[in-house]
């Protein structure tokens, strides 16, 4: 049979063209697990999606109802669940407020890390029942949260403290909407956000490998520079930022190329080790990479996903 993965945020950038990639294999059936279902499905057809490759569900990862719902809409579907891909999210730089979710968290650190936590908590008990030989749950992560880079050295830095604002409940009232309890700051809770699924990828890897099998990866696919990622930057940064990934840091990286490599480390059978950090080389051949120490502290991760299932409603 077919292998079947949720991508969720498959209507643009990185998550269409894995979905893409996936599809035209003819070996995948993908669920584009998405908060814009006419948007979605525009998306497919403009790339030429095989429509019998590819089911479009909705889901908005900034409500935990939603995700909820889209669990149970998924397991009614009565297909097999054989890799995760939680990858999509917002990114909001020039903000000068917090925003939140349907919970009341603030929205980059709700959508891209707690929306995600709880899909792929709920989830898990579908991937542990398929019996597809290589399972796969894929946690997106990002050079800009891992100070060990360049990149992630450029201000403001990812720093989640003592988790103090994430205990407190990061709703901006009687906590900080910062995990570490600071002054908001929308480039850093992005940056944050990201440092907590590069945990969570690995605390999933200690707690749940060796008894499931499963492979848990994470992945820093290149600089993207052209997806609707930047939207909501300024018009000059969305001007110079392509140009300036391409030919100065020689990090860039186009849709097409960081969907084949997403695609890769989810059918790719050299790519099964877990608890695995992916990147590419300038040949964009696949090496496992060093996390920052932030980024690859056990008792951080274990602190993030005790609080994260408080916050999500698991504990
Ligand atoms: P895009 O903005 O193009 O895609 C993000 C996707 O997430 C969109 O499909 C968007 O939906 C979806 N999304 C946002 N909020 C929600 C929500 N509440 N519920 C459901 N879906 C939502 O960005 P990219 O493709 O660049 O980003 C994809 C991943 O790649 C992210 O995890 C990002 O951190 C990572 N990444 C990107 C890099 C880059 O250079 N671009 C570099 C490193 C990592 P909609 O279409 O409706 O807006």
Known sequence: RKGCAIVTGASSGLGLATAKALSE?????????????????????????PKENYTIMHLDLASLDSVRQFVDNFRRSGRALDVLVANAAVYQPT????SFTAEGFELSVGTNHLGHFLLSRLLLDDLKQSD????????????????????????????LGDLRGMAGGLNGINSSAMIDGGEFDGAKAYKDSKVCNMLTMQEFHRR???ETGITFASLYPGCIATTGLFREHIPLFRLLFPPFQKYITKGYV????????????????????????WSWNKDSASFENQL???????????KVWEVSEKLVGLA
Request: charged residues 25%; aromatic residues 6%; proline residues 5%.
């Open 208 to 210: 749940y490998h060796e």
């Open 95 to 98: 903000a000068k407020e917090p």
């Open 254 to 277: 186009s849709e097409t190329e960081s969907g084949k490599r997403l695609a890769q480390v989810v059918s790719d059978p050299s790519l099964t080790k877990s608890g695995v950090y």
């Open 292 to 302: 920052s120490e932030e980024a690859s502290d056990a008792q951080k991760a274990r």
């Open 132 to 159: 597809y030989p290589s399972k796969r749950l894929i946690i997106v992560g990002s050079i800009t949260g891992n100070t060990n880079t360049l990149a992630g050295n450029v201000p403001p830095k990812a720093n």
């Open 25 to 49: 294999t003819g070996k995948w059936h993908v669920i584009m697990a998405c908060r814009d279902f006419l948007k979605a499905e525009k998306a497919a057809k403009s790339v030429g999606m």
